[in-house]
């Protein structure tokens, strides 16, 4: 009887760190969805976050839950999950997020948690136990996520040129000042979609691997979908104004027409992922969006320095998560 009180208690302990990720990714993420919209001076710092919120909830009602399914299920075999590798890779993820936020670097929350899962798995029972189809999709896309926001933000761009070559600048940037809230809504909405889930999936892997749910369950308990998208709802309305700024400034200078075309770009990127469950960073995402609004004017009109900052970040995320959740495995040895 106590050892199932203890599982239990542990279980709820889990279950609350997990949240606190969730809420961690919102406010992480936060610049994500509002830097644009914010540094354009279409909203406010307030209303902006207020906005990316809601719609970071509405996701709930609009995506399945084909992401949740990927990280729960897609990662590692089931039977090696159990609560001292879902603490590790929670503890590995969130260790990443904070050290990244303190130093304003737009890092990525998902594969912080990919990460995480995969160095807690391996420090418990080595390579045989992961899942190379679901690794493979989510490391491919570190890659294909920031190059389609580029690719999709930069044709925007001149596709938006082409349409309103005869209109007047003042008169066009009215116009996309109104039309950068339904592109930034689009892209709270891509956010919710996908990373509140990557949340639900850890959730519902520490509850099939305690045996509070079964492997065969075609969906999670629907409190823990209820909680991960308003933790991450309110995780955003509290913001990462550290990385605002270098979201919103210091890779280029938008106006109201770059900041629609680069929502939108990221915002189709995001959905297109989403629907194939595939956890992507919505940080790549809009980051080679903007990247790519800034090149179609001019090369020089992108700080590349900073961009080149940010893709070394991405590119330690996953090893440096990993590791931190090995050694939290083996510190959850001793206190489970």
Known sequence: MEIAQAALWVVVMLVALAVLFDFMNGFHDAANSIATVVSTGVLKPTQAVVFAAFFNVVAYFVFHLSVAATVGKGIVQPGVVDVNVVFGALAGAITWNVVTWYYGIPSSSSHALIGGIVGAALAKAGWSVLIAGGILKTVLFIFVSPLLGFLLGSLMMVLVAWVFRRTGPRKVDKW?????????????????????????????????????????????????????????????????????????????????????????????????????????????????????????????????????????????????SALVAALAYWVSRVLF
Request: with cysteine.
């Open 176 to 320: 996309f000042r109104r039309l950068q809230l339904l592109s930034a809504g689009a892209y709270s909405l891509g956010h919710g979609g996908n990373d509140a889930q990557k949340t639900i999936g850890i959730i519902w892997m520490l509850l099939i691997a305690t045996g509070h749910a079964a492997a065969s369950d075609a969906a999670p308990p629907l409190w823990t979908i209820v909680i991960c998208y308003m933790a991450i709802g309110l995780g955003t309305m509290f913001g990462g104004w550290r990385i605002v700024k270098t979201m919103g400034q210091k890779i280029t200078k938008l106006k109201p027409v770059g900041g629609f075309c680069a929502e939108t770009g990221g915002a189709l990127t995001l959905f297109l992922a989403t629907a194939l469950g595939i956890p992507v960073s919505t940080t790549h995402t809009i980051t080679g969006a903007i990247v790519g609004v800034g090149s179609t004017q001019r090369a020089a009109a992108v700080r590349w320095g900073v961009a080149g900052n940010i893709i070394w970040a991405w590119a330690l995320t996953i090893p440096a």
